[in-house]
């Protein structure tokens, strides 16, 4: 599998995908073209080809895909038969609705912890999450073995929280500030504006 090589577009549309063959598999359904899939996920068909190219030999033409076993590849691709801790650190309004997100839909990521400085909700448990004070997010990190932080604080404190979850063996970070943050080349920032979303749309 070339893995180094998958462009970060594929990368983003193979959730989408592994979703769908799930839904597919529960449904019973043994076989589906890239027709049928481009039909469901609103990618055309040629880019699914091309995305599916990446890994090998994944379908034979004329016969399609086989949806258990590609639902299983894409499983083991984006590592679905493992769990993975998350973080959540900034539980303001956005926080608040980011820990409702049904993460439970997909098997392999749980939110265990999240962090914030608000005296009124450190120390609840909110949304079935226990929620720390900031002074414990390095310890708990190494604790729970977290790898993923999602960052929802206000954008002057981004970069400090950064400084701290790599330090504590943070690999990931989904950035929701407006602040652009840095960090050692070998932990991945994904950063979600969603102005520059919303404007991007308009």
Not at 124 to 137: E, K, L, N, Q, T
Not at 149 to 167: F, M, W
């Amino acid at each position: 599998m070339k893995e180094n090589s998958i462009p970060k577009a594929t990368a983003k549309r193979l959730p989408l995908y592994y979703r769908y063959l799930r839904i597919l598999n529960d449904a019973g359904k043994a076989k589906v073209s890239s027709t049928e899939l481009s039909e469901a996920v609103q990618v055309d068909s040629a880019t699914i080809r091309r995305d599916f190219s990446y890994f090998g030999e994944l379908g034979k033409r004329g016969y399609g895909y086989d949806v258990e076993s590609l639902m299983q590849f894409f499983a083991k691709t984006l590592s679905d038969d493992e769990m993975t801790n998350v973080a959540l650190v900034g539980v303001g309004n956005l926080g608040s609705a980011l820990l409702k997100y049904k993460f439970h839909q997909s098997n392999s990521i749980r939110v265990s912890a999240a962090f914030d400085v608000n005296q009124d909700i450190v120390g609840r448990i909110v949304d079935g999450i226990p929620v720390y004070p900031m002074s414990d997010m390095v310890e708990q990190i190494k604790i729970q073995r977290i790898e993923i932080a999602i960052l929802t604080v206000p954008a002057s404190n981004a970069q400090d929280v950064v400084n701290h979850s790599v330090e504590a063996g943070i690999k990931g970070i989904l950035n929701f500030t407006p602040a652009r943050i840095s960090a050692p080349s070998n932990v991945l920032i994904q950063n979600v504006d969603l102005t520059n979303e919303l404007q991007t749309l308009i």
